[in-house]
């Protein structure tokens, strides 16, 4: 069998780009958690603020996406190589049900996704340059700012939409699964200006995901 090169890995990358930040969302390998709860009538603005928190979702899973698909392209380590492809297969499930919830609003995603795939990416690509403990601690903090920010979203969704509130409830312990396997592995603790500045970037995509 042929051995993949830099090249097929390079397109096949292209690829998934493409199709995670501008295609139609995959099918989901896990039943749909808003299926669990009865779809209730929104107000008007209750409709838009529930579309506009589960667009920054939707945001979030491609940059996730792109998160670890940076980190994986880069590593030697086989073994962290699978481990980040397979988060990111799993994160490709919350990508589907966001798109899904969105759908449900009669909405659609951000329409900067492609610019925060390839900034994620890089980002990524970047931590584990850095090495692998550090790319671990990176998606430690990551998932505890992800799962943060979803407690924050449970906090704000209308009470009457539940289908969202299940969407987001499954992903936040999703997240904090991914956070914990990852300092399981040996996840090294990041600079101390690192983590504030990832939050301040992560802040600059809700404000713009949450309108556009």
């Known amino acids: 069998m042929r051995r993949s090169t830099a090249t097929?890995?390079?397109i096949g990358g292209l690829a998934r780009a493409l199709a995670t930040s501008l295609g139609p969302a995959p099918a989901p390998a896990l039943p749909y958690p808003g299926e669990s709860q009865p779809e209730s009538p929104l107000e008007e603005g209750e409709r838009r603020h529930s579309a506009g928190l589960m667009r920054i979702n939707h945001a979030g899973e491609v940059c996730a996406q792109a998160l670890y698909l940076g980190q994986a392209a880069v590593t030697r380590d086989p073994r962290l190589q699978r481990h980040l492809v397979e988060a990111a297969e799993e994160e490709a499930d919350h990508l589907a049900w966001c798109a899904r919830r969105l759908q449900e609003l009669g909405e659609r995603p951000s329409l900067?996704?492609?610019?925060?795939?390839?900034g994620s990416f890089a980002i990524g690509a970047a931590a584990g340059l850095m090495g692998d403990r550090v790319s671990l601690g990176f998606i430690v903090e990551t998932e505890r700012q992800v799962e943060s920010h979803l407690g924050d979203h449970l906090q704000r969704l209308p009470a009457p939409d539940r289908r969202s509130r299940a969407v987001v409830h499954a992903m936040q312990a999703d997240e904090a699964r991914h956070g914990a396997d990852a300092r399981a592995a040996g996840a090294a603790n990041l600079p101390s200006p690192v983590p504030p500045l990832m939050a301040a970037a992560a802040a600059v995509m809700k404000v713009l995901a949450y309108r556009l």
Request: aromatic share 20%; net charge neutral; glycine share 0%.
């Open 112 to 118: 900067l996704n492609p610019v925060w795939y390839a």
């Open 8 to 10: 097929d890995r390079l």
